[in-house]
């Protein structure tokens, strides 16, 4: 057996996309919806393919009101909201095709989803597409998991993760009828496998071998983890990756849920202050409390702390303020737009097949970074 691949292995910070003659005129031209046809499901999907993690302070139903419909994002909810609010959420007449529910693979998260759906039924509302996420993606169980929610619910759209590598990708699509595998460890802003565990691959690589193994069958891929700009989200698609899974992109905005710390405004002195000052007053928020769902964090808040045979692999950092999701959500949409027209891509789906990556030893120039 081979011990060591010798073969280099690149990520978002090796390479740059080579721009090429285009005859779009302007970034107004480019189309960033897709049309999506899964091989499993019987459901299609019309979409920008951005996806907004499933963490609990971005996968909130406040960021998912302000982006699934006007602005064509997939967010995928958290898995910690309770039965009864997430029933309620989704028995509307309203589209929520674009509002993934979120489970692993646990014995109380299939029976939680369970009784959500069940209700659904019996109220003849559509059921939800789904996010099977687990951190580790190459267990058995994971598979059969994802194999029994197929049988279940037939028609919904299945993303399932997380893997890295092509066969593992094959393995779910093709045993675990999952329509959209999720790709990445360890590349996540606030994950720590890396470093407490050694595991992983380089994210734009795993982007590249995976797509090519899941397009082969029919499959879709979402790259997830990695984007710490918004370049990185344009090397993600040109890498040929479908859907895009951001998080510590949008986290900060004003739609997400979690902890947050204020600043009180003193209206005599007509300043703001960290500290409440005890009276009624004004406040706005500053910093965002954003941690891996496999921090000590995490697990103190959902699991009553970290078990004996587990360790944390996840940080926990402070988000500033940035403001409204959907400015976000548009400056991201922007940077995608213009990096189609340097490769002479008029929609998304063609953008992959008109990138070519150069290899480099810097992206970027770096004078006025702290």
């Known amino acids: 057996m081979q011990k060591i691949i010798n073969e280099l292995k690149l990520d978002f910070d090796d390479v740059l996309i080579r721009p090429k003659r285009s005859l779009l005129k302007s970034r107004q031209d480019v189309s960033l919806t897709r049309d999506f046809v899964f091989t499993n499901s019987s459901r299609q999907l019309s979409c920008v393919p951005i996806v907004v993690a499933n963490m609990d302070s971005v996968g ?4 998912s009101e302000s982006l699934c419909k006007a602005q064509k994002t997939i967010v995928c909810l958290h898995k910690h909201y309770s039965v009864a609010s997430l029933t309620a959420f989704y028995d509307t007449e309203e589209d929520k095709s674009l509002v993934f529910y979120s489970t692993g693979t646990g014995i109380k998260d299939i029976e939680k989803m369970t009784i959500v759906f069940n209700d659904l039924r019996l109220k003849n509302r559509p059921l939800p597409n789904v996010c099977i996420d687990v951190a580790n993606g190459y267990t058995e169980k994971f598979v059969k998991t994802v194999t029994h929610i197929r049988k279940l619910y037939e028609e919904i759209i299945i993303m399932a993760g997380n893997v890295v ?36 691959y380089p994210q734009l690589a795993a982007i590249l071998e995976c797509s090519d193994a899941a397009h082969g069958l029919g499959g879709h891929i979402c790259g997830d983890g990695g984007c710490k700009t918004i370049g990185d989200v344009c090397k993600a698609f040109g890498a040929n990756g479908d859907f895009v899974m951001l998080g510590s992109l949008l986290a900060g905005c ?30 706005r928020k500053t910093l965002l409390k954003f941690y891996g769902m496999s921090s000590k964090n995490a697990m103190d808040k959902y699991s009553d702390g970290i078990a004996t045979y587990k360790t944390s692999e996840g940080k926990c950092v402070n988000i500033p303020y940035k403001g409204l999701a959907i400015d976000i959500i548009q400056d991201i949409y922007g940077g995608i737009r213009s990096a189609c027209t340097y490769v002479g891509a008029n929609k998304i789906k ?10 480099v030893n810097n992206t970027h120039n770096r004078i006025f970074e702290k």
């Open 165 to 200: 590598t092509p066969e593992m990708v094959e393995e779910l699509i093709i045993h675990g009828k999952a329509d959209i595998v999720k790709v990445g460890i360890g590349s996540g802003s606030v994950c720590t496998t890396r470093l407490k565990t050694g595991v992983g």
């Open 60 to 63: 909130t139903m406040a960021i």
């Open 254 to 283: 004003e739609e997400c849920e979690g902890e947050w710390e204020y600043e009180y405004l003193i209206e005599d002195m007509n300043r703001w202050q960290p500290f409440d000052p005890g009276y009624q007053t004004k406040k």
């Open 350 to 359: 063609d953008f992959g097949k008109k990138t070519t990556f150069v290899m």
